[in-house]
């Protein structure tokens, strides 16, 4: 990416501002860490006055000031610069070069000194320096921002995801005060068993919260030990029988007896738990879910295919976004945390894997995911940082 800056100079000397132009002119400064070539616009100015005046109309982002002005000094400029909290970078420039100047000059908002004379290579390199400086300190805002960005919009969907069921646990309690409901226990079952419901959908929100962020700043605590997935499969499977039967979904396996990787038991039961309990929850009554294990050389393919609702490709597109649940006449009743799916591919990320999608509308769905057995270097470190999905 192309990008122009604008330089002043401030010089008296009207040869040291043309020959510092000269320089500049067609000098582009390349930096492949941010991915970006930087040119120069450059201004000029006679005085500390002429500067200022310069500064408040066209503001610059590096300037090169000389220390010894006629009128007020450059040391002068940078008291005033401070003072109308203005924060281009600044290399003051002088022919009275000191150890007390420089010192001077950083202590006044300096970020560099260059002692004359210099060549038109020694002023490359100082506004080398002085241009990766700035751009760093950009990209570093920008990063600033986008973080408060997301913040403020993780908070959000947060509030309004905790507020409809503590709304409706609030209502519920109300009318169990007020006795408006009926003279006898019974009467009010079924607003103690939707509140129950609605809790249980919070505490999974809390504990999914918690298992994201343990994800994200790489404080979740790993144990890597050799383990039998199929085993783990099996048990998942297990858990979620209840839950199955109650929409009269079966749940078959089909793998071998075992696969042995290196892995975290709770990565692993994060895994199952999230694709068997999506595939129970949004299949049809009397439907199926299939939980089918191949080994494919160094790499582990986990997929779980369903005969449930399914989703179009726009709704596939959306899926693994933070609070993303896929909201239409068909889901309106099934509670979930919108986290679950984010959380997975995480994991997954964490060996060195991903996670694939094929859904028909009205025809099921099938997730894979893929695991690297053996732990690559970049997989075992650190988990990937922030929301990028």
Do not use: W
């Not at 503590?166 to 519920?172: K, R, S």
């Not at 994201?212 to 783990?232: F, P």
């Not at 929409?247 to 994060?270: C, H, N, R, W, Y």
């Amino acid at each position: 990416m192309n990008e122009t800056l604008h330089l002043l100079v401030v010089d008296d000397e009207v040869g040291m501002r043309l020959s510092v132009e000269r320089a500049l002119r067609h000098h582009t400064i390349h930096l492949p860490d941010l991915q970006n070539d930087i040119d120069f616009r450059v201004s000029q100015a006679e005085s500390g006055e002429a500067a200022l005046a310069l500064i408040e109309a066209d503001p610059p982002d590096l300037i090169l000031l000389d220390y010894k002005l006629p009128g007020i000094s450059g040391l002068e400029v940078l008291t005033a610069l401070q003072e109308r909290k203005l924060d281009p970078l600044v290399v003051m420039i002088t022919a009275y070069a000191s150890l007390e100047t420089a010192v001077q000059a950083t202590k006044n908002g300096a970020f560099d000194f260059l002692a004359k004379p210099f060549t038109p290579e020694e002023l490359r390199a100082t506004v080398q320096k002085i241009t990766k400086h700035c751009m760093i300190q950009r990209e570093a805002s920008k990063l600033a921002e986008e973080r408060r960005q997301i913040r403020f919009e993780f908070l959000s969907v947060l509030a309004h995801e905790l507020k409809s069921p503590l709304a409706a646990v609030e209502g519920n309690l109300f009318i169990l005060r007020d006795h408006l409901a009926g003279e006898t226990i019974q009467d009010y079952d079924h607003l103690v068993n939707r509140s129950i419901l609605r809790l249980e959908g919070m505490k999974k929100l809390i504990f999914d919260l918690l298992d994201l962020t343990r994800i994200e700043s790489g404080q979740k605590k790993r144990s890597l030990t050799d383990l039998d997935v199929c085993a783990s499969a099996r048990q998942a499977i297990d858990t979620h029988r209840a839950l199955a039967a109650e929409k009269q979904v079966a749940i078959t396996f089909e793998g071998p007896e075992s696969i042995l990787m290196k892995a975290d038991a709770g990565e692993l039961e994060m895994i199952f738990n999230n694709l068997i309990s999506n595939a129970v929850k949004y299949n049809k009554e009397g439907g199926s879910v299939t939980v089918a294990l191949q080994e494919l050389g160094p790499t582990l393919a986990i997929a779980v295919r369903d005969t449930g609702i399914g989703m179009s490709r726009e709704e596939v597109a959306r899926l693994f976004g933070e609070f993303t649940r896929i909201k239409n006449r068909k889901t309106m009743n099934i509670l979930g945390s919108g986290l679950g799916l984010s959380i997975l591919k995480r994991v997954a990320h964490l060996y060195g894997g991903q996670v694939q999608v094929i859904s028909e509308p009205d025809q099921g769905s099938t997730f894979t995911v893929t695991l690297q057995k053996e732990l690559v270097p970049s997989a075992a470190g650190s988990a990937p940082t922030l929301l990028a999905n």
